[in-house]
């Protein structure tokens, strides 16, 4: 189409539209703003249903490979309910912590398993070795260290660096010497000997028969000896016997 000139140049205009000729000859007054407006208005919708195609779009892609809509459906009912008071009420909350709970302890297994070993290795250094160096236990006590140990070792604990003693009663021992201050370990078993009803047959150069010996036992006739080595050749259980029974040990 093209415009409708007058004889001046002018474009003719009818009703304040301009005036076109199309191809067959028919003049036709175009409204120009009109127009443009549902242009405008066109271009608007088709974006707007493109942009709605694209989020579609978008969200389908969330779901390829699921071919079965209610399985779908069951699966998004499901995150719906993944509140807390949801999750109870559809039974899920146990199986959940349990879950997550088996993956903790499956994953730090090994490791507390292997703190706790180093823990009871590091026990057994510091309160074992302490029993074995003892110069206590080397001059006072006439049966070995690890019958020593056997007997005593359980009131002794691990607290930090230090080997600390407690009393049946469960009461912490404090030093005799130093007021205040834990007991160390020589004095610490000193002190648990000193309450110990057998101790007159466990100490060296005690003498164990007689009416002043501790431990009620009977008199001197009926106490029995034997020799270190014959001692330390007897099993733990027989040796713990043998200083239960009044046995005193000879070098």
Sequence with gaps: MKLKLDENGHVVVSDGKPVYINDEGKEIAFDVAGTVATISR?????????????????ALKAF?????????????ETIKNLDAKKLVDAGEVDKVRSEAIKAIEEKYAPIVQERDSLQAALVNEKVGGSFLRSPFITEKMAIPADMVQARFGD????????????????NKLFSRSNPGEVA????????LIDSYPYK????????????????????????TSISRAQFEALPPAKQMEQIKGGVTITD
Excluded at 64 to 76: N, R, S, T, V
Excluded at 155 to 170: M, N, P, R, S
Excluded at 200 to 210: C, V
């Design 184 to 191: 160390g370990f020589d004095e610490a078993l000193e002190i």
């Design 64 to 76: 390829e490979g699921i071919q079965d809509p209610k399985a779908a459906l069951q699966a998004l």
């Design 42 to 58: 066109l271009n608007g919708e088709a974006k707007s249903h493109r942009e709605r195609a694209e989020t579609a779009e978008g």
């Design 155 to 170: 009131a002794f604990k691990l607290e930090g660096d230090q080997v600390v003693a407690y009393d049946k009663q469960g």
């Design 200 to 223: 007159d047959h466990i100490l060296k150069g005690s003498n164990a028969s007689g009416s002043g010996a501790k431990g009620g036992h009977g008199s001197g006739n009926n106490q």
